[in-house]
């Protein structure tokens, strides 16, 4: 096991004393905002060092009692039982530690955006695609996450040809973030009389929700155009003349949103693109340095199929870490947790490794 950091916790300490003060001391309220949200990303960590730090000393006082040739019978006695426990709990402690010290991803405790495209397959893709977003609607129902729709294309037979939505809530992302990429669905259509299974795909990207402050879009970088969006006639024909379409001039990307409200439109067109931004800055500064390590689970390669849903077996396979879990009846439901544990759980064990050869 690598050795604890303990510069680093002394920093981390030091950091969390800091913060204490500057907020009893009254700030200005965007500074009070900042600073509460780097408190509570330290604080478990901070427990968890007092913690160590506590049974250390408790292990060496045990130890100079047991050194000590004037201890009495029963305190010796005492002592031995307690040290073994003091021990394993330091062990544990250590474990615990190893995983919070890891590198943060500065993302993690943000919303996301999740964008759903139906893939090859058809009506039968689209109808996969809702699958998939009630499967994640549910899991952040379970989770108290908010979930709001910013754009959706149906499919003919039901299901979607794109949903974009925002998962408003702490840490979505560090939840949501391996979700990126192809999934894939074997199952028998409904509309199949012959009962042959059909193999379609949608394809997953979730994005980190960035702020104003993660990342500035230029007046200049961006051209507006409202479109007439294809409302029903009549009464509502002026409600429904809002669609608006945001591109980005420098990179070409491209946003729409078609909401009753124009400004809602714009406001929505503008939290997506700012979020495919930041992604694309991530993206870079992630292939840049993982060019010589490129981690299995986080390569975040939306062209990669990493997981099959086998209706007719009841399975669900993660092929990034070789699980297979035999319950894709409540995994649909939103029943995601095992397999968003193990995912984090494969990619903590490869940052220990790395950190491990680094030592």
């Known amino acids: ?138 899991f952040a129902a379970s989770k108290g996450w908010k979930v709001e729709v910013l754009s959706a294309s149906e499919g003919e037979a039901g299901g979607y040809k794109e949903i974009i939505a925002t998962i408003s809530g702490r840490g979505v992302f560090s939840k949501l973030k391996f979700e990126s990429g192809v999934h894939r669905v074997q199952r028998v259509p409904e509309t199949e009389a012959s009962g042959r299974i059909h193999t379609s795909a949608a394809t997953v990207a979730v994005l980190p929700e960035a702020e104003e402050i993660d990342i500035e879009i230029r007046p200049e970088d961006i051209r507006i155009d409202t479109m007439r969006a294809s409302g029903a006639g009549g009464q509502h024909v002026n409600t429904t003349d809002s669609a608006v379409r945001i591109t980005h001039l420098p990179t070409g990307l491209i946003v729409t949103s078609s909401e009753k409200s124009q400004h809602q439109n714009r406001a929505k067109a503008m939290q997506v693109l700012r979020s495919r931004l930041y992604d694309i800055e991530r993206q870079k500064v992630d292939s840049e340095r993982s060019a010589d390590r490129k981690s299995q689970v986080g390569s975040g390669d939306r062209s990669e199929r990493i997981r099959t849903y086998n209706f007719p077996q009841g399975r669900v396979t993660d092929h990034r870490i070789n699980l297979t879990l035999y319950k894709l009846d409540r995994m649909i439901e939103g029943e995601i947790d095992e397999l968003v544990d193990a995912l984090i759980a494969d990619y903590q064990a490869g940052q220990l490794a790395q950190l491990g050869e680094q030592h």
């Open 1 to 138: 096991m690598a050795k604890l950091p303990v510069e680093k916790m002394r920093e981390l300490e030091r950091r969390f004393g800091e913060i204490e003060a500057r907020m009893s001391a009254g700030p200005a309220a965007d500074v009070y905002v900042k600073l509460a949200s780097e408190y509570s990303e330290l604080e478990p960590v901070v427990k968890k060092i007092r913690e160590y730090e506590k049974a250390i000393s408790e292990a060496a006082d045990l130890e100079a009692l047991l050194a000590d040739k004037t201890t009495d019978k029963d305190m010796r006695e005492l002592a031995e039982m307690e040290l073994p426990e003091i021990e394993s709990r330091i062990e544990e402690l250590e474990k615990d530690m190893q995983v919070l010290l890891l590198p943060k991803d500065a993302a993690d405790e943000k919303s996301a955006i999740l964008e759903i495209r139906a893939g090859t397959g058809g009506s039968e893709a689209a109808l996969f695609a809702g699958d998939l977003f009630r499967m994640y609607e549910r």
